[in-house]
């Protein structure tokens, strides 16, 4: 079956960076759009990054120039690059795909921005 696992979340620095990874298993992986959504707490979850299976990529406003989405179809990986973070990007950030139609989301990695 389909199964996403996220890792890489902790506590960082404004200012800091952080390398989360979505392994991905149960589906052709190199032919999937791979997204990144993120929920703070009482906010809606919201799309931060996209990328096709041929590497085009697309952003949230809010993330853009900071923010790189990366694939490695080899090791059925996704990844975000997240730099010069700020108070305001702390949510859980989840991992998300469709697979005939049905999507299909990560348990989620929680990233604190914090002094």
């Known amino acids: 079956q389909v199964q996403l696992v996220e890792s890489g979340g902790g506590l960082v620095q404004p200012g800091g960076s952080l390398r989360l990874s979505c392994t991905a298993s149960?589906?052709?992986?190199?032919?999937?759009?791979m997204y990144w959504y993120r929920q703070a707490p009482g906010k809606e979850r919201d799309m931060v990054a996209l990328?096709?299976?041929?590497?085009?990529?697309n952003y949230a406003n809010s993330v853009r120039g900071r923010f790189t989405i990366s694939r490695d179809n080899a090791k059925n990986t996704v990844y975000l690059q997240m730099n010069s973070l700020k108070p305001e990007d702390t949510a859980v950030y989840y991992c998300?795909?469709?697979?005939?139609?049905?999507?299909?989301w990560g348990q989620g990695t929680q990233v604190t921005v914090s002094s």
């Open positions: 998300r795909t469709v697979v005939g139609n049905i999507p299909y």
């Open positions: 990328i096709s299976g041929g590497g085009g990529t």
């Open positions: 149960g589906f052709i992986f190199g032919a999937n759009v």
